[in-house]
């Protein structure tokens, strides 16, 4: 069974940064290999829909972001770790959700995806609090 499991989550004061890790194991990513994924961060805010943070391709040569966190947040990938990792920079309490990583086997080489519903398999989540 596939599994993501997401860490580096915590309380930080606004201005600070994070680094949050995804790791993938068991399942289609131990049969057809994690590089064959592509991946996302998402977040949900209390009372808030889950919404789009950050995307980046099988071999993480293109990424994509939501406008509310273009250059503060940067999203990574090592294929040999089987770990995407989203940095979180400048950070501010409306920053402040459970975030989760999601994978979804990848047609395109190169492809991004920015909707929930593109997404097959998901973390259970790690909470980041902004505030002083």
């Known amino acids: 069974q596939a599994h993501l499991v997401e860490s580096g989550g915590g309380l930080v004061q606004p201005g600070g940064s994070l680094k949050l890790s995804c790791a993938a194991s068991?399942?289609?990513?131990?049969?057809?290999?994690?590089?064959?994924?592509?991946m996302g961060w998402f977040r949900q805010a209390p009372g808030q829909e889950r919404e789009f943070v950050a995307a980046v391709s099988r071999d993480g040569g293109n990424t994509d972001y939501a406008s509310s966190v273009k250059g503060r947040f940067i999203i990574s990938r090592d294929n040999a770790k089987n770990t995407v990792y989203l940095q979180l920079n400048t950070l501010r309490p409306e920053d402040t959700a459970v975030y989760y990583c999601g994978a979804r086997s990848a047609g395109g080489y190169g492809a991004t995806y920015q909707l929930r519903g593109q997404y097959t398999d998901w973390g259970q989540g790690t909470q980041v609090t902004v505030s002083q």
């Open positions: 068991g399942g289609a990513f131990s049969i057809y290999g994690f590089s064959t994924f592509a």
